[in-house]
């Protein structure tokens, strides 16, 4: 039988989660710093999936020297490796640190600005922060920040004050005045200054989308974000597209600062102009419609990728499931507030008459129009993986209400439903997800000179994908976030 136990530290939070439930009884809690990865450390006993073949090695051992692998050999010797700290992984399966390439980190889940949901805000963002790491995740792309809120997060995460997974981002999403995200203001000078910049900045020219490009990248942002949605999922909304010359100045100022684009698209004609742009990875999947094998075959000639956000829109067809949920466990994501809110979200969109009267004030999403689309996304995403394209994994993570950090199998099982075998899937989280990021040389498989970033789990998920929603050990760089003892 497996103790799992956390390596982090003792503070007031601590005491909070205890009560709260993320973390058991004794264990350390979220503020100390991780113990540096120094040393060396051989990890055995395990079946291993590197991330490259399809099947699970046994008799292998992961050579650990501070931060990076250095090799991976055949037949544990305790004398040869006497020099290594060892770790007897007792059988269970060790898989390469998942990457989840499009998540919202520093989402605190609240839509009204509430005392105690400002007041919340850090604390969610380092319950963001911990549920991802827990769930295997050890590499993000966030897509949609507050910029200063990121960055610092992002340091402490780096410099070991705080665990966490390894984030690349964006900044601020740009976008047009009524674009997506749809519902998300532009904030006045006050609030601004708390939450560490907009969320979205809303503009309108080239000029200023030059501006506002050069000013994210200033910032650290290692991709620049845009969205383009011709039709709203809300009741009130009319969303605006930005023009061609919107989306080449973005462009123009990615390549000359060596950053990627990515595009918010969740219909046709989005995906059509994401792919006649040349934008480097499209976001969510068309469902309104069946894309063509034309847009297809130009989708892949021009070594684009996507990235589904199956669950984003799955979660639509499960509401009254996701409330019962989080009435029992809500409290192991959540702060009250937010857990507040986002109960009182859920509960407005499952009952009955809907939308509510305040529908013209307040953006509520359109389950009519919604959820009959789902079929197309499934048809789409299976469509995509048929023809050879780049199809990566990313879960929209702090996107809606319901998207909650440690949920990251969730995407896992819906790419499952439109076709994918188990290896597609987890080779796609892992190396696949790696190359579309440009980080291929350091995460993504388990091999010589890679990070020592591991997940590990009880089971085969080649042969059942499930064995993902209960994550064992997680091991970034080195260092244990959370680990195991016989």
């Known amino acids: 039988m497996l103790r799992r136990e956390f390596l982090l530290s003792s503070s007031f939070a601590t005491a909070s989660l205890i009560l709260g439930g993320i973390l058991p009884a004794g264990c350390a809690g979220p503020k100390e710093k991780i113990a540096p990865a120094v040393g060396k450390k051989a990890l055995y006993n395990c079946l291993l999936f590197d991330g490259i073949e399809n099947g699970l090695q046994r008799d292998r051992v992961i050579l650990i020297e501070d931060d990076r692998i250095v090799a991976v050999e055949s037949g544990w010797n305790e004398e040869k490796y006497s020099e290594y700290e060892p770790v007897d992984l007792d059988g269970l399966t060790l898989i390469p640190g998942l990457i ?37 995740v050890t590499t993000v792309r966030d897509v949609g920040a507050f910029p200063k809120k990121i960055q610092d997060f992002r340091e402490k995460v780096n410099a070991g004050e705080l665990p966490g997974p390894r984030i690349l981002c964006a900044n601020s999403f740009i976008s047009t005045p009524t674009g997506p995200p749809e519902g998300v203001p532009h904030l006045n000078p006050a609030v601004e200054f708390f939450m560490g910049g907009q969320f979205v900045e809303r503009i309108t020219t080239p000029d200023e989308v030059r501006m506002v490009a050069n000013e994210m990248c200033d910032l650290g942002a290692d991709w620049l974000k845009t969205g383009y949605q011709a039709v709203s999922y809300i009741f009130r909304s009319k969303p605006t597209v930005p023009s061609d010359e919107y989306l080449k100045a973005l462009l123009e100022v990615g390549e000359k600062r060596g950053k990627k684009v990515c595009m918010h698209q969740p219909f046709l004609e989005d995906f059509l102009k994401g792919v006649e742009m040349g934008i480097h990875t499209l976001e969510h999947c068309p469902n309104d419609k069946l894309i063509p094998e034309k847009a297809i075959e130009t989708f892949i000639e021009k070594d684009m990728a996507i990235f589904p956000t199956m669950m984003a829109f799955g979660d639509a067809l499960e509401m ?34 809907y939308p509510p009267d305040d529908y013209l004030e307040r953006g509520y999403y359109d389950h009519e129009l919604m959820i009959p689309l789902f079929p197309n996304l499934v048809e789409n995403v299976s469509r995509l993986r048929r023809m050879g394209a780049t199809v990566g994994v990313g879960t929209d993570l702090g996107g809606t209400m319901t998207g909650l950090f440690g949920f990251y199998h969730k995407e896992l099982k819906h790419l499952s439903s439109a076709g994918f075998s188990n290896f597609e899937i987890l080779k796609n989280a892992t190396a696949t997800n790696a190359k579309i990021i440009d980080m291929a040389d350091d995460v993504g498989t388990i091999e010589a000179g890679k990070y020592a970033d591991f997940a590990a789990v009880n089971g085969n998920p080649l042969s059942d994908i499930d064995v993902m929603k209960d994550v064992k050990m997680v091991m970034k760089g080195g260092a244990y976030i959370l680990r195991h003892q016989a």
């Open 320 to 353: 009254k499931e996701i409330l019962a949920w989080l009435t029992e466990n809500g409290r192991k994501y959540l702060e009250e507030e937010p857990l507040r809110q986002v109960m009182d979200s859920v509960k407005i969109e499952t009952s009955l008459p």
């Open 100 to 136: 989840d390439n499009h998540v919202h980190i520093t989402v605190p889940f609240v839509r009204d600005p509430t005392f105690a949901a400002v007041t919340s805000t850090s604390a969610q963002i380092e319950r963001n922060l911990l549920s991802c790491v827990l769930s295997g």
